[in-house]
């Protein structure tokens, strides 16, 4: 067995599980304008971009001591300005996705509570139950949330595949083709540029992959292809399982509910007529986010602990905890369906730490350090198309915000 293969299985499952959670799940529901074929064409463009701004990070990090953080790379070379802003960037993505899970994962657990209770259960309530338990476990240490990351994506896998191969079974061509309708146009494409760059977000990874394998390019290289063509595919096989079951029309109807998960299962359901088939998407859609909810909180948790300097003790945890939490659960309290509209602006804010500086890394470390070690693909274009395409993200989500681009109702 090749040497290396422990090490490259084990960055791979590292990047693909970072990447893939619950932003997956809005990925049909901003795709109903454009529908199947433009959607294939944005998640293959929004996967190279990405996966060459984690090589340009890679390249840079490389000239670092392993350990050292993003924010020292960015910190010795871009200076503080960036070093701050790049800090705020990251904070407001995970409070962002934090009160985005909040939504999630109180409308799925309302949208599977129901059979069990023969009605649904306010949504404040289920929202609430679920923010707590799972806050409960960060509050608790980190061991708990490690421990209980691996069961939960064990149970999401198993799911995924068990839902979405009996989804695929039941695709209509008509349905995926929309033969009845326009077929999807490519000016929706624009409004979802940033959830699909949220999709594919595992930069923070990089230095952990350096920390732990070493300076080894060629190794690390290959664990973050193949964590991102693992996190490209199952992109795929949920969008043609979505969009080859749900009929096109119909997710006018999920849009106008509030475009939240509970509502995109219960349109699967209705279109599936197969019970266990929807309580498996149930199931995958609520380990999806409480695992994304985990990973998330567990990092804010960490971040404003040690922006704070609150201690390690039961007090200072219990302080890191209601500063972590109680903003985003607060706002998942009063505005419960926002959950496709954050996940759109995390991957605006997403589009500083992950394009807009790996780019202007790259620049000041290649004039720093010349030509010497390993150099990311791309040559000389690599820094002005990463610099293009941030602009781009932000800019399209901008006209997005300010309804100058078109959502698809």
Same mark, same amino acid.
């Given at each position: 067995?090749?040497?290396?293969?422990?090490?490259?299985?084990?960055?791979?499952?590292?990047?693909?599980?970072?990447?893939? =959670?619950?932003?997956?799940?809005?990925?049909?529901?901003?795709?109903?304008?454009?529908?199947?074929?433009?959607?294939?064409?944005?998640?293959?463009?929004?996967?190279?971009?990405?996966?060459?701004?984690?090589?340009?990070?890679?390249?840079?990090?490389?000239?670092?001591?392993?350990?050292?953080?993003?924010?020292?790379?960015?910190?010795?070379?871009?200076?503080?300005?960036?070093?701050?802003?790049?800090?705020?960037?990251?904070?407001?993505?995970?409070?962002? $996705?934090?009160?985005?899970?909040?939504? =999630?994962? =109180?409308?799925?657990?309302?949208?599977?509570?129901?059979?069990?209770?023969?009605?649904?259960?306010?949504?404040?309530?289920?929202?609430?139950?679920?923010?707590?338990?799972?806050?409960?476990?960060?509050?608790?240490?980190?061991?708990?949330?490690?421990?209980?990351?691996?069961?939960?994506?064990?149970?999401?896998?198993?799911?995924?595949?068990?839902?979405?191969?009996?989804?695929?079974?039941?695709?209509?061509?008509?349905?995926? $083709?929309?033969?009845?309708?326009?077929?999807?146009?490519?000016?929706?494409?624009?409004?979802?540029?940033?959830?699909?760059?949220?999709?594919?977000?595992?930069?923070?990874?990089?230095?952990?992959?350096?920390?732990?394998?070493?300076?080894?390019?060629?190794?690390?290289?290959?664990?973050?292809?193949? =964590?991102?063509?693992?996190?490209?595919?199952?992109?795929?096989?949920?969008?043609? #399982?979505?969009?080859?079951?749900?009929?096109?029309?119909?997710?006018?109807?999920?849009?106008?509910?509030?475009?939240?998960?509970?509502? !995109?299962?219960?349109?699967?359901?209705?279109?599936?007529?197969?019970?266990?088939? $929807?309580? !498996?998407?149930?199931?995958?859609?609520?380990?999806?986010?409480?695992?994304?909810?985990?990973?998330?909180?567990?990092?804010?948790?960490?971040?404003?602990?040690?922006?704070?300097?609150?201690?390690?003790?039961?007090?200072?945890?219990?302080?890191?905890? !209601?500063?972590?939490?109680?903003?985003?659960?607060?706002?998942?309290?009063?505005?419960?369906?926002?959950?496709?509209?954050?996940?759109?602006?995390?991957?605006?804010? #997403?589009?500083?730490?992950?394009?807009?500086?790996?780019? $202007?890394? !790259?620049?000041?470390?290649?004039?720093?350090?010349?030509?010497?070690?390993?150099?990311?693909?791309?040559?000389?274009?690599?820094?002005?198309?990463?610099?293009?395409?941030?602009?781009?993200?932000?800019?399209?989500?901008?006209?997005?915000?300010?309804?100058?681009?078109?959502?698809?109702?």
């Amino acid at each position: 067995m090749n040497s290396r293969f422990p090490a490259v299985l084990g960055g791979t499952m590292l990047v693909a599980g970072t990447a893939i =959670g619950a932003g997956m799940l809005a990925l049909p529901m901003i795709s109903a304008g454009m529908w199947f074929f433009w959607s294939v064409a944005l998640l293959l463009v929004s996967w190279f971009c990405m996966l060459r701004s984690s090589q340009a990070l890679l390249e840079i990090n490389l000239h670092f001591e392993p350990g050292n953080s993003f924010h020292t790379l960015v910190r010795e070379l871009l200076g503080p300005f960036w070093s701050a802003l790049n800090g705020l960037a990251v904070a407001f993505v995970l409070y962002t $996705l934090v009160y985005a899970y909040v939504s =999630g994962g =109180g409308s799925v657990l309302r949208q599977g509570l129901a059979p069990v209770l023969g009605s649904e259960p306010p949504r404040l309530l289920a929202s609430l139950i679920f923010a707590l338990l799972l806050a409960a476990c960060v509050w608790w240490s980190s061991r708990v949330v490690d421990r209980l990351s691996v069961l939960l994506m064990g149970g999401m896998a198993l799911s995924f595949l068990l839902s979405v191969s009996e989804m695929i079974t039941r695709i209509r061509p008509a349905t995926l $083709l929309d033969l009845h309708g326009s077929g999807g146009q490519m000016i929706f494409v624009w409004g979802a540029v940033s959830t699909y760059l949220t999709s594919f977000c595992f930069h923070s990874s990089v230095p952990s992959l350096v920390k732990y394998l070493g300076k080894e390019p060629r190794t690390i290289n290959a664990c973050l292809r193949y =964590g991102t063509l693992i996190a490209l595919s199952c992109y795929l096989l949920w969008i043609l #399982a979505a969009d080859g079951t749900i009929p096109r029309e119909q997710f006018k109807a999920v849009i106008a509910a509030g475009g939240n998960v509970g509502d !995109l299962v219960a349109a699967a359901g209705n279109n599936l007529g197969s019970g266990l088939t $929807l309580r !498996l998407l149930e199931a995958f859609s609520l380990l999806a986010v409480a695992t994304s909810f985990l990973g998330a909180g567990l990092g804010l948790f960490d971040y404003m602990a040690d922006l704070c300097n609150f201690d390690d003790s039961r007090l200072g945890r219990t302080k890191t905890l !209601l500063i972590t939490f109680a903003p985003p659960m607060f706002c998942g309290l009063i505005w419960p369906d926002g959950f496709l509209p954050a996940i759109g602006w995390a991957g605006l804010a #997403a589009s500083v730490w992950s394009v807009f500086v790996p780019a $202007l890394l !790259l620049r000041a470390g290649r004039r720093r350090f010349g030509r010497r070690g390993y150099r990311a693909p791309g040559g000389r274009t690599l820094t002005p198309m990463l610099l293009l395409y941030g602009v781009l993200v932000a800019l399209c989500h901008t006209l997005f915000v300010l309804n100058l681009l078109p959502m698809y109702r």
